[in-house]
């Protein structure tokens, strides 16, 4: 009997809180109520909330039942870590898609399938049914509002359409608060666009970060595109400094998003305060010890998230390790527990950052004056994520570690010929002296660096600027290179587009490492 009442105690709940949360999401204009309102103790709601949704899991999801059977699992009261987390090889890979939805059913109409873009190796499928996508929609809906406020906004989405999470949800999401076209990664249909509609809108353009170069490159100088006004909204990988410095004299704003196709998308976002933020702790040494400690050197992306609707935890003993995520919501078909997709971050509540920074402004008041008046754009109170990324995204070398964020900062910053520059990947070769080196493999835009002068000036730039980054960025790269001046033989090898490691590529992101044969 006492089993009986608690499985309808906890559904009964379920079902309301989730009942809740659609208030928030009616209008854009709640959503930003919300989010400029939110409080700490929100937090300890949301963990109760994260709690109910993986006991009523086991109750109602077959595969999630099974998979607490075999890790030995026993009911604990409110004891969110008594539940083993998921991941993709131990539970999505273990079980069929029925198997892991409500009742041990997927709901046919108005269910949508994503596939993932394949850059962990497999493209997996995700079933998503109308609800869970209406929550999405309505989420990504309020934050674009709050963060690129305008009555004339003209989202060009070109993320990549078809079977990918982001594009199709991106475009059906926008259009609840502007006018949208799909163009997809085509840079021709969106000058064609931008020159039709001419410059009477705000534009707002959707894309994976390296996409957004492309396009910067296209646009830059054009005597027909002066008066335009321009903003850009990314996701689907990390995005550097340099790269959003690259790019901002044409696109006056930048922002990312954070998201997964396991998950979902929109899960975080950069506000005006957290890009300000991961600025300072780039730039000031008392920031980032404040904020990573005194021995991280890798500068994360800095997003804020609502726990109420994605609550994050982190493996480990401190708020430092993997992130785990419980999306609270009955909507989602293939409910997500403790689901781990390998990312790395801390998690700081907003007061908590901002008594770090009051502590850092005790003799500099100026800081805190700039960081009130960034907060004051969006006046977001969510928490913040600080994401490092995958954890094995590296190539080691002579002890340190070499990050693919790291090489493009030294690609496109300061770089006068970073306009010839389509990507590029990382990786190591072994030489005839059996040692084995960093190569960054870069591959040109088309038309660019045709001659072998000009592409071996556009290597020596590269390489000078790599290694520059990666001295002023890793005081263990530093160390080695003082201690030994073979660690600064990093080659830097040029391919006209479509060759070498970029050969027959056709993901929708850039794969960031390459093996050497």
Not at 154 to 160: D, K, L, P
Not at 227 to 252: H, I, K, S
Not at 422 to 446: I, K, M, N, Y
Request: aromatic share 12%.
């Amino acid at each position: 009997m006492g089993t009986f009442l608690r499985q309808w105690m906890l559904r009964i709940l379920s079902f309301g809180l989730t009942g809740m949360y659609r208030v928030y999401r009616s209008h854009p204009a709640v959503w930003r109520a919300m989010a400029r309102n939110y409080r700490p103790w929100m937090g300890d709601f949301a963990r109760l909330h994260a709690w109910m949704t993986c006991q009523f899991a086991a109750l109602d999801v077959p595969a999630y039942q099974e998979h607490l059977e075999r890790g030995g699992w026993r009911f604990r009261w409110f004891s969110l870590a008594s539940y083993p987390p998921t991941d993709k090889v131990g539970y999505v890979k273990a079980y069929p898609e029925d198997a892991r939805c409500w009742k041990g059913r997927v709901e046919v109409a108005g269910s949508v399938v994503d596939e993932s873009s394949g850059s962990s190796g497999t493209p997996y499928n995700w079933v998503r049914s109308r609800r869970e996508l209406n929550t999405v929609h309505r989420n990504v809906a309020g934050y674009t509002s709050l963060v690129f406020p305008s009555r004339r906004l003209f989202v060009i989405n070109a993320y990549s359409m078809g079977a990918w999470a982001t594009g199709t949800n991106t475009g059906i999401a926008m259009a609840r608060i502007a006018t949208v076209k799909n163009t997809g990664p085509d840079l021709d249909k969106i000058v064609d666009t931008l020159r039709h509609f001419g410059p009477r809108y705000d534009y707002l353009v959707t894309a994976y970060p390296p996409f957004l170069k492309h396009l910067r490159d296209r646009l830059a100088g054009e005597t027909w595109f002066a008066g335009y006004r321009m903003a850009a909204m990314v996701g689907g990988e990390g995005m550097t400094e340099a790269l959003r410095d690259y790019v901002g004299d044409v696109f006056a704003k930048v922002r990312s998003g954070y998201g997964a196709s396991d998950l979902t998308i929109g899960m975080g976002g950069e506000t005006t305060f957290s890009v300000w933020l991961r600025r300072r702790i780039r730039e000031d040494a008392a920031f980032r010890e404040a904020f990573l400690g005194a021995d991280e050197q890798r500068l994360p992306m800095v997003f804020q998230y609502n726990p109420l609707e994605t609550y994050l935890e982190t493996t480990g003993e401190g708020r430092t390790g993997e992130i785990l995520c419980t999306i609270n919501s009955t909507a989602v078909m293939a409910p997500k527990l403790r689901y781990n997709i390998g990312d790395e971050g801390t998690l700081l509540s907003f007061p908590e950052v901002w008594e770090r920074i009051a502590a850092l402004a005790v003799d500099r008041p100026e800081l805190l004056a700039e960081a009130t008046r960034t907060h004051l754009r969006e006046k977001m109170q969510l928490p913040l994520l600080f994401l490092y990324g995958r954890a094995d995204s590296t190539v080691s070398y002579m002890g340190a570690n070499i990050y693919p964020q790291d090489v493009e900062y030294g690609l496109y910053e300061g770089n006068p010929l970073a306009g010839a520059v389509e990507g590029f990947a990382l990786g190591l070769e072994e030489g005839a002296d059996l040692e084995s080196r960093p190569v960054v493999h870069v591959q040109l835009r088309p038309g660019t660096a045709e001659t072998e002068p000009e592409r071996e000036q556009l290597a020596e730039a590269c390489r000078a600027g790599v290694l520059r980054h990666l001295a002023s960025c890793s005081r263990d790269f530093a160390q080695s290179m003082a201690e030994d001046a073979s660690a600064a033989e990093i080659a830097v090898r040029i391919h006209p587009h479509g060759t070498g490691p970029f050969a027959g590529s056709t993901g929708i992101k850039n794969s960031y490492l390459v093996k050497e044969g």
